[in-house]
Structure formats: C-alpha cells, structure tokens
C-alpha cells in the first residue's frame, strides 16, 4: 500500500511515520502535488499554530492539493482542525472541508489548558471506527477544539463534549493522536488504512 504523510511545517510527523512503519507500511513524507495525488491513502498530522501552518500552506499549493484528493484522507490533531472551516487560533480562514469552526477552550473551575491525556470516545460511527472502539481511551493534546457538529464521527468531554472524530466523503478526521494512543489508536489507523 503506497501511503502518503503530507510534509509540512508541523512536528509530530515523525510518530505517525513510526506508527505507520509498526504495521508494516513504509510511507512517504512528501509535499510533492504528485505523490499526494498517486498515493492509495494520504495522512495530514501534525502539532503547529493554525494561523502559520495555513500561510506555509497556501504558499506551496498544499491548501489546493489536500482540498481536491480523492482517495480516504485521515487529518490527526492540528490536520483535523486545519481541515475545518475557520480557527480562532490566529483568526484564519482554514481548507473548508468540514462546514465547522475551530474554538479555543475556556477552562473551568479546575481543568487545564491544554487539555492533555487521555480520555475515553463516546457515540461512536462504527462505518469509520472498528467494532469495539465505543469507550475506548485515546490520547489527546490540544487547547483548540471543534464542536459536535453534523460531521462528527465520535465524541470526547473536556470542560464540555466536543468533536473527537469527523468524517465527509474521502475525509476523515481525528483530534486525538492516534499514533500515540496505544492499542486502540493501532487498531484504529488500521481500520483506515483498510478502508
């Protein structure tokens, strides 16, 4: 299976590369409009600020590329919010792919921004999850957050429910890191690489 990890200025990529490597796939990490375009499955993850990774974006024509793929896409954490349609984290305009808005999280009385750890998935859409994943703990790190929308897919609390997963057509998404979420988040990239 040719996979492909879109290359940009975001951390976090190289464990999904590892990730992906533990189930026996040897991705490309690429920002070539090319290999994007050929490739069986495409993966946007990634650990940034919103405002200057849609900038790098736009610059190259990744905004243009990502927005037209048509094989299954799967945005992990800041790839997921970049795919949605506006981010208050620096006030931009995002790819619009998902009809939803990204919000910072107001904390309550004893909870923490970023919200960090690990929190367990609820109303879960078995069509993008493998059987089973219904309660299932996964890892998170995050201030932003997108509400539960028509799109969402699964959902977590933190200070209040929000969108854990999203789906639309070939997208795909997942505010939790699902490289680093143990044997659920195995399962659970499994489960796309397979779709």
Known sequence: MNVAVVKY??????SVDCA???????????????????ADKVIFPGVGEAASTMRYLRERGL????????QPVLGICIGMQLMC????????????????????????????????????????????FPAGVEGQYVYFVHSYYVPPCPDTTAVTDYIHPFSAALHKDNFYAMQFHVEKSGAAGERILNHFLNL
């Open 85 to 128: 349609r506006h981010s208050e984290e620096g006030d931009v305009d995002c790819l619009g792919i998902f009809d939803a808005d990204v919000h910072r999280f107001s904390p309550a009385a004893g909870e923490k921004i970023p919200h960090m750890g690990w929190n367990s998935l609820y109303r879960v859409d078995d069509r993008m």
């Open 63 to 70: 905004d243009r590329v990502i927005r037209s793929l048509t």
């Open 9 to 14: 200025n975001a951390g976090n990529i190289c």
């Open 20 to 38: 992906l490597r533990r189930l026996g796939i040897e991705p490309v990490i690429t920002d070539d409009e090319t290999l994007l375009r050929t």
